[in-house]
């Protein structure tokens, strides 16, 4: 299995809060880290960015809907990504921010259309676990149109995301462009 890099869900993450949230703040920061949208296609963007000057792209879209069980609990926003970063020779890593740090030494889970995956979580993280399943994973996200993401909360709260695939081939191609 490689290691998954919870370094750039930070960067994501902030990105996202620089961009989405606060631009007023966002324009304060470094702007060679910032993120910036290449194109929005359907329900996904393709972005880029340059932390610690490295270059990274990703496609990322929200949840269309997410319940908890028990209703009602709050957590913070989610998040599907698929980030390749050429300095480390990674393309199309998929990654999940899911809103709350997960049950430790747990498993989430993610299908799309009829294909299930086991992901591996840490803090509010996940990421494929097999690694020799990620191709196919996005490939099925290229083909497909749901994803749903189940994970536990470290306080038994039990969520389901979907996310519409709308787009997400067109922002991935666009990710490719960018980040050759």
């Known amino acids: ?5 919870p ?3 930070a960067i994501v993450a902030a990105a996202l809060v620089a961009i989405s949230i606060n631009p007023a703040t966002a324009q304060k920061k470094d702007p060679a880290e910032q ?8 329900d996904w963007g393709a972005y880029t960015a340059n932390p610690g000057g490295k270059k990274v792209c ?16 709050n957590r913070d926003a989610s998040y599907a990504f698929i980030s390749t970063r050429p300095s ?11 809103g709350y740090p997960q049950k430790p030494n747990s498993d989430a889970s993610a299908s799309v259309d009829a294909r299930s995956f086991v992901l ?4 509010d993280g ?6 020799g399943e990620e191709a196919q994973m996005v490939d ?28 997400v081939s067109e922002a991935l191609d666009k990710v490719a462009a960018e980040c050759k």
């Not at 480390?88 to 899911?98: D, M, Q, R």
Request: charged share 20%; with cysteine.
């Open 88 to 98: 480390e020779k990674v393309t199309n890593e998929v990654s999940l921010i899911v």
């Open 35 to 42: 993120a910036v949208l290449l194109g929005q296609f359907g």
């Open 58 to 73: 990703f496609a990322l879209s929200k949840p269309t809907s997410a319940t908890t069980d028990p209703a009602g609990r």
């Open 126 to 131: 996940a990421w494929v676990k097999n690694s």
């Open 7 to 9: 370094a750039i869900l």
């Open 1 to 5: 299995m490689k290691h998954p890099c």
């Open 140 to 167: 099925a996200i290229r083909k497909g149109s749901s994803l749903i993401v189940r994970s536990e909360s470290g306080r038994g709260t039990k969520t389901t995301d979907t996310y519409s695939l709308r787009g």
């Open 120 to 123: 591996y979580t840490q803090n």
